[in-house]
Protein backbone atom coordinates (compact mmCIF):
# COMPACT_ATOMS: atom_id res chain seq x y z
CA UNK A 1 0.00 0.00 0.00
CA UNK A 2 1.26 3.62 -1.10
CA UNK A 3 0.79 6.20 1.62
CA UNK A 4 1.22 9.94 0.79
CA UNK A 5 4.23 11.32 2.76
CA UNK A 6 3.20 14.37 3.97
CA UNK A 7 5.03 17.64 3.34
CA UNK A 8 3.87 19.65 6.72
CA UNK A 9 6.97 18.25 8.70
CA UNK A 10 4.84 18.36 11.72
CA UNK A 11 3.77 21.89 11.48
CA UNK A 12 -0.35 22.09 11.19
CA UNK A 13 -2.19 25.55 9.67
CA UNK A 14 -3.34 28.15 11.64
CA UNK A 15 -6.95 27.65 11.30
CA UNK A 16 -6.98 24.37 12.46
CA UNK A 17 -4.98 25.44 15.78
CA UNK A 18 -7.38 27.91 16.36
CA UNK A 19 -11.16 26.74 14.96
CA UNK A 20 -11.54 25.45 18.25
CA UNK A 21 -11.40 28.98 19.89
CA UNK A 22 -13.56 30.49 17.30
CA UNK A 23 -16.04 28.18 17.31
CA UNK A 24 -16.50 28.16 21.24
CA UNK A 25 -16.44 32.12 21.35
CA UNK A 26 -18.44 32.31 18.40
CA UNK A 27 -20.94 30.24 19.93
CA UNK A 28 -21.10 32.24 23.43
CA UNK A 29 -22.10 35.04 21.20
CA UNK A 30 -24.83 33.30 19.43
CA UNK A 31 -23.18 32.26 15.94
CA UNK A 32 -23.81 28.97 15.75
CA UNK A 33 -22.15 29.02 12.36
CA UNK A 34 -18.92 30.69 12.97
CA UNK A 35 -18.52 30.99 8.81
CA UNK A 36 -20.71 33.93 9.51
CA UNK A 37 -17.83 35.75 11.38
CA UNK A 38 -14.91 34.11 9.43
CA UNK A 39 -15.85 34.88 5.68
CA UNK A 40 -18.23 38.17 6.92
CA UNK A 41 -16.18 39.68 3.31
CA UNK A 42 -17.21 37.25 1.06
CA UNK A 43 -20.99 36.71 2.01
CA UNK A 44 -21.73 40.83 2.36
CA UNK A 45 -19.73 41.60 0.06
CA UNK A 46 -16.44 43.74 0.00
CA UNK A 47 -18.58 47.41 0.17
CA UNK A 48 -20.73 46.57 3.10
CA UNK A 49 -18.18 44.51 4.72
CA UNK A 50 -16.09 47.65 4.91
CA UNK A 51 -19.01 49.61 6.37
CA UNK A 52 -20.41 46.96 8.94
CA UNK A 53 -20.18 44.05 11.05
CA UNK A 54 -21.60 41.32 12.67
CA UNK A 55 -21.50 41.62 16.75
CA UNK A 56 -24.51 39.25 17.79
CA UNK A 57 -27.03 36.54 16.75
CA UNK A 58 -30.14 36.35 18.96
CA UNK A 59 -32.78 33.75 18.83
CA UNK A 60 -36.41 34.78 19.19
CA UNK A 61 -38.24 32.72 22.16
CA UNK A 62 -39.45 29.99 19.96
CA UNK A 63 -36.48 30.15 17.62
CA UNK A 64 -38.66 31.52 14.95
CA UNK A 65 -35.64 33.19 13.22
CA UNK A 66 -32.83 35.44 14.78
CA UNK A 67 -31.85 38.73 14.96
CA UNK A 68 -28.78 39.84 13.43
CA UNK A 69 -26.71 42.65 14.94
CA UNK A 70 -24.05 44.63 12.88
CA UNK A 71 -22.43 47.15 14.25
CA UNK A 72 -21.39 50.28 11.99
CA UNK A 73 -20.68 54.05 12.32
CA UNK A 74 -23.81 56.69 12.15
CA UNK A 75 -22.62 58.26 8.98
CA UNK A 76 -23.34 54.78 7.19
CA UNK A 77 -25.79 53.61 8.96
CA UNK A 78 -28.14 54.96 6.35
CA UNK A 79 -26.50 52.84 3.44
CA UNK A 80 -26.49 49.60 5.51
CA UNK A 81 -29.93 49.86 6.35
CA UNK A 82 -30.86 50.55 2.67
CA UNK A 83 -28.99 46.61 2.03
CA UNK A 84 -30.85 44.61 5.43
CA UNK A 85 -33.06 43.04 3.08
CA UNK A 86 -30.43 41.86 0.23
CA UNK A 87 -28.16 41.24 3.80
CA UNK A 88 -29.95 38.98 5.34
CA UNK A 89 -30.64 36.66 1.72
CA UNK A 90 -27.10 36.52 1.81
CA UNK A 91 -26.63 35.74 5.16
CA UNK A 92 -28.99 32.99 4.64
CA UNK A 93 -27.72 31.47 2.05
CA UNK A 94 -24.49 31.07 3.95
CA UNK A 95 -26.23 29.85 6.62
CA UNK A 96 -28.13 27.25 4.29
CA UNK A 97 -31.84 28.07 5.83
CA UNK A 98 -34.10 31.24 6.41
CA UNK A 99 -32.18 31.37 9.86
CA UNK A 100 -32.09 34.98 10.21
CA UNK A 101 -35.35 37.20 10.14
CA UNK A 102 -34.27 40.82 11.24
CA UNK A 103 -31.04 42.49 11.10
CA UNK A 104 -30.53 45.31 13.36
CA UNK A 105 -28.33 47.84 13.02
CA UNK A 106 -26.04 49.39 16.07
CA UNK A 107 -24.04 52.44 15.83
CA UNK A 108 -21.33 53.73 17.42
CA UNK A 109 -17.76 55.05 16.67
CA UNK A 110 -15.33 53.97 13.98
CA UNK A 111 -12.97 52.22 17.09
CA UNK A 112 -16.40 50.12 18.24
CA UNK A 113 -17.54 49.04 21.32
CA UNK A 114 -15.09 48.07 24.26
CA UNK A 115 -15.41 44.59 24.09
CA UNK A 116 -15.38 44.09 20.48
CA UNK A 117 -12.96 46.89 19.06
CA UNK A 118 -13.70 46.77 15.31
CA UNK A 119 -12.44 49.17 13.07
CA UNK A 120 -13.93 49.89 10.25
CA UNK A 121 -11.55 50.47 7.08
CA UNK A 122 -12.33 52.68 4.22
CA UNK A 123 -11.08 51.19 0.41
CA UNK A 124 -7.89 51.55 -0.85
CA UNK A 125 -7.76 53.83 -3.96
CA UNK A 126 -4.28 53.70 -5.82
CA UNK A 127 -2.63 57.07 -6.21
CA UNK A 128 -2.33 58.90 -9.05
CA UNK A 129 0.51 57.11 -11.54
CA UNK A 130 3.32 59.12 -13.06
CA UNK A 131 3.57 59.06 -16.60
CA UNK A 132 6.21 58.30 -18.44
CA UNK A 133 9.13 60.29 -20.36
CA UNK A 134 7.17 60.00 -23.76
CA UNK A 135 3.27 60.67 -22.46
CA UNK A 136 4.83 63.90 -20.39
CA UNK A 137 6.70 64.70 -23.87
CA UNK A 138 3.80 64.46 -26.08
CA UNK A 139 1.27 66.56 -23.35
CA UNK A 140 4.21 69.21 -23.95
CA UNK A 141 4.13 69.21 -27.38
CA UNK A 142 0.38 69.33 -27.44
CA UNK A 143 -0.01 72.31 -24.90
CA UNK A 144 3.18 74.29 -26.22
CA UNK A 145 1.44 76.80 -28.09
CA UNK A 146 -0.42 78.53 -25.65
CA UNK A 147 0.86 81.57 -24.20
CA UNK A 148 -0.22 81.57 -20.32
CA UNK A 149 1.58 79.59 -18.11
CA UNK A 150 -1.24 78.60 -15.98
CA UNK A 151 -3.24 77.11 -18.84
CA UNK A 152 -0.47 75.79 -20.29
CA UNK A 153 0.18 73.87 -17.35
CA UNK A 154 -3.26 72.75 -17.08
CA UNK A 155 -3.52 71.31 -20.14
CA UNK A 156 -0.39 69.69 -19.91
CA UNK A 157 -1.50 67.58 -16.76
CA UNK A 158 -4.91 67.09 -18.82
CA UNK A 159 -2.98 66.03 -21.80
CA UNK A 160 -0.64 63.41 -19.61
CA UNK A 161 -3.32 61.97 -17.88
CA UNK A 162 -5.42 61.13 -21.17
CA UNK A 163 -2.64 59.82 -22.91
CA UNK A 164 -1.45 57.94 -19.81
CA UNK A 165 -4.52 56.23 -19.44
CA UNK A 166 -4.68 52.45 -19.89
CA UNK A 167 -6.39 51.60 -23.49
CA UNK A 168 -7.49 48.43 -22.15
Known amino acids: MNRRSTTTYGFKRTASLLEGRIRRAGESR ?10 WDE ?10 RPVDVKYGRQNFGATLTLLTDGARAPLV ?3 KEQLRQKVNAAYGYNAIARIRITQTASTGFAEGQVAFSTPKTPGPKTPDA ?4 AARDVAGGVG ?12 QNVLGRDKS
Not at 30 to 39: E, K, M, P
Not at 43 to 52: D, F, K, R, S, V
Not at 148 to 159: I, P, Q, S, Y
Open 30 to 39: GFAVTRLLTH
Open 43 to 52: IAGPELAQMA
Open 81 to 83: EMQ
Open 134 to 137: ATQA
Open 148 to 159: DDGLRAALEALG
